[in-house]
């Protein structure tokens, strides 16, 4: 929705790539759950409590949170930068989330591919914060004119 709604090129590719990838992140863990049928396995019971409720805490605080935000920014008149800031927001939350997953899998195979998942969220972040800091440029060129 962010990419349809953004009047330049470069904000469009950004939302664009970034559904993208989360669309390939949705199969991922959809195939994942198929594949290990225990889930991604876990830590010994006496951390798990702990780090469930810390999980819990950062997907409902803050992933889910935020895209709550997002489908709201959605409806009113479009602003790239709030747009790019609250997907920002959004992929730092979710690095904060594989990150702490990956401290409680057991699972080789889950440890390799939530690294790969936090490699692919950091990645976002730098893209974001770029596109950011062109349109932050571009808006303080114009202002000059």
């Known amino acids: 929705k962010m990419a349809d709604k953004a009047d330049d090129q470069g904000t469009k590719r950004v939302f664009r790539r970034l559904a993208k990838d989360e669309e390939q992140h949705l199969a991922f863990f959809e195939s994942m759950e198929l594949k290990t049928a225990g889930g991604m396995g876990s830590g010994p019971a006496e ?23 997002m489908e709201q920014l959605a409806r009113r008149k479009f602003n790239p930068e709030k747009a ?17 997953a990956l401290s409680s899998a057991k699972k080789r195979s889950t440890k390799q591919a939530l690294t790969r998942l936090i490699d692919e969220e950091k990645s976002h972040v730098v893209q974001i914060t770029n596109r950011l800091e062109n349109l932050r440029k571009k808006k303080a060129r114009e202002a000059r004119k």
């Open 84 to 100: 790019l800031e609250l997907a920002l927001q959004v992929e730092k939350d979710a690095v904060l989330y594989y990150m702490e």
């Open 47 to 69: 951390h798990d409590a702990d780090t469930s409720k810390y999980v819990c805490s950062l997907v409902d605080g803050g992933i889910f949170s935020s895209l709550g935000k």
